[in-house]
C-alpha cells in the first residue's frame, strides 16, 4: 500500500511539476502581490482537488457514460491548448499568457485550468483512483497540491526579493527557462495528440 502511495504522489507531482508551473504562471508573479498571488493559487488547487477528486472516484466512466465522448479527445484538445500556449510562448515569450488581466479575485480558473487540470493530470486521477483507495487517492491528491502551492509561493517571494537586486539578471534568466521550457510544453503537447489519435484508431 505505501509502495503504492509513494508511487502515485511521483507520478501525480512530476505531471504538475511546480518549476515547470512557475514559468506559465510568470505574468501572474511578476504583477501580483505575494499576498493576491497566494490567494488566487491556493483557489485554483482548491477548484483543481475537487475536479482531480472527481475522476480519481469516477474514472474513464465520467467520460464515457455521463459526458458521452472519448477520454482520447480529451487527451487530443488539451494537446493542442498547450501546443499553441508552446508556440506562442516560444515567440513571445511570458507576454503570451495575459491571464492576469482582470481582477485578482477572477484568475483563480485561469491557474485551474489549463495549467493544473490537463489532460495528464486528469489521466494521473483516474490511474490514481483505480490503484488506491478513495481516502488514499485524496491523500496523495491534498499531499501533491500543498507541497506544488507552497513550493510556487516561495518561488514567487523569491522572485520579489532577488529582483529589487538583480532585476536585469532574473529577468533575463526567466526568460531564458521559459523559452526553453516551451520547448518541453510543445513537446509533451504533440505527444497528447498522437496518444489520442492512436487511441482512436
Known sequence: MSEQFFTSFALFFSLLNPFLMSIYLLGMIRQLSLAQFSKVLIQGAFISSIV????SYGG???????LHVRFESFQIFGGIIFLIIGVRYVFEGADTLESTRGKPEYLAGSVAMPFMIGPGTISASVVIGSSLSIAGAATVIATTM???CSMLILFKYFH?????RYARYVDRYIE???RLSALLIGTIA???IVTGVMGLM
Do not use: P
Open 52 to 55: 482531480f477528486l472527481l475522476f
Open 190 to 192: 504533440v505527444d497528447m
Open 146 to 148: 500543498v507541497l506544488t
Open 60 to 66: 474513464e466512466a465520467i467520460f464515457n457514460r455521463f
Open 176 to 178: 531564458i527557462v521559459g
Open 160 to 164: 520579489d526579493n532577488l529582483k529589487a
